[in-house]
């Protein structure tokens, strides 16, 4: 399959990258590249420009910031997965980093495009071809979803890795145009909707994320359910932060990927874990409350069923974990 004709361009600095953007209406941003070019080669994706930004040095590197740390958007899944400062203060975030794809594929990948991946779907991720002999759907070219035939909503996936653990820490990102800088709590950059799946306008650019001080130290687990160990996607993945004191959880969080259009905190986690001593059963009653966030349709190659129940199963075994490592 090959590449749509494009126009490369590639700033040096954050400035140039906010002004080319600013003049090309719909440049597509290409940071490691290991999910947009087999998109672009499925013809998902057909930009007139695409525009690398490998060479801004300063959208690289992990740097403590005040008590708390700021990674460049840049920064790749190995860096962060080797971090010795985030393993030893963020242990959800390089336990997540590790488990996408493979060596090769966390030496490209960034921490950028993966907060920025799009939605997938076996609808969608697919040739030209495939998805022109199936009639398309409302993701890209065509008016109906497979899926949930008769409804107007995609329900394509969000499947990153490292969102949830981010979200676990109440992390923030920057977000630049050529006016200027904000910021936003990560868990509102996320729409929930699986075409129009984050907070980004076609001018903007994910500059950097902010870990907290407040979520500094606290213990943390990553699991996730893959057909093959060693490359792929998550079909399902749960992440939980945990802070102790006296053997009783002072603080915890949970969230949920690849079973929603977005990666999502499980609601009522945090009051259920608060003040208790973990067992068993206080556990799975979490497990419990992920199950039910967690709305997995037949968007991958494994039943919503199996999916819902290996959250519900995965929470259990990462909140029991959190409570011993
Ligand atoms: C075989 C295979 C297996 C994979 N397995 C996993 C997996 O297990 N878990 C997982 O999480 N991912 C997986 N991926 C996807 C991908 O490798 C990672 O998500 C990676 O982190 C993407 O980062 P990137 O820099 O390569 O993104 P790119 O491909 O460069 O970009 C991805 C998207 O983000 C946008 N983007 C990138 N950077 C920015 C920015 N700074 N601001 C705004 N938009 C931006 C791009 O425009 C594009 O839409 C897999 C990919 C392949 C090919
Ligand atoms: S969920 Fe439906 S609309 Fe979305 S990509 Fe899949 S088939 Fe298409």
């Known amino acids: 399959m090959s590449l749509p004709q494009f126009k490369l361009l590639r700033p040096r600095t954050l400035d140039e990258a906010l002004s080319l953007l600013a003049k090309h209406n719909n440049a597509r941003i290409v940071a490691g ?13 057909e930009p007139q420009h695409v525009m690398d930004i490998r060479n801004i040095a300063e959208l690289k590197g992990i740097r403590q910031q005040g008590s708390g740390v700021e990674i460049g958007a840049l920064t790749s899944l190995t860096t962060i997965e080797h971090s010795d400062l985030l393993r030893r203060r963020y242990p959800v975030l390089t336990e997540a980093a590790a488990t996408v794809a ?17 939605t997938r779907c076996l609808w969608y ?21 497979h899926v ?16 949830p653990a981010l979200l676990c820490l109440n992390a923030e990102i920057e977000i630049a145009n050529a006016d200027g800088l904000k910021r936003m709590p990560l868990r509102d950059f996320y729409t929930n909707d699986g075409v129009a799946y984050r907070n980004l306008q076609p001018d ?8 907290p001080e407040s979520s500094a130290d606290y213990r943390g687990v990553y699991r996730k359910l893959r057909v093959r160990g060693s490359i792929d996607y998550p079909l399902a993945g749960i992440a939980v932060v945990m802070k102790r ?26 009051e259920l874990l608060a003040g208790k001593v973990v067992d068993e059963a206080l556990a799975e009653a ?3 409350l992920a199950g039910k966030t967690a709305k997995p349709l037949t968007t ?7 999916r819902r129940e290996m959250i519900r199963v995965f929470t259990k075994r990462a909140v029991l974990a959190a409570a011993t490592n």
């Not at 493979?102 to 799009?118: A, K």
């Not at 004191?245 to 945090?270: F, M, Q, W, Y």
């Open 33 to 45: 590249g290991t999910d947009l070019i087999p998109s672009m080669r499925q013809k998902l994706f």
């Open 102 to 118: 493979s060596p090769l594929l966390r030496n490209m990948g960034t921490i950028g495009g993966n907060i920025c991946l799009d």
């Open 125 to 145: 991720n697919q040739s030209l071809t495939w998805r022109k002999g199936c009639g398309f759907c409302i993701k890209k070219d065509g008016d109906l979803c």
């Open 148 to 163: 949930a035939p008769g409804g107007s909503k995609c329900w394509a996936a969000f499947s990153g890795d490292t969102p």
């Open 204 to 211: 903007e650019l994910v500059t950097r994320v902010f870990l």
């Open 245 to 270: 004191s006296n053997g009783h959880i002072a603080d915890a969080r949970v969230a949920v990927t690849a079973v929603n259009p977005a990666p999502l905190l499980v609601k009522g986690a945090s």
């Open 286 to 288: 979490v497990g419990n």
């Open 300 to 306: 991958s190659a494994l039943t919503p069923e199996y």
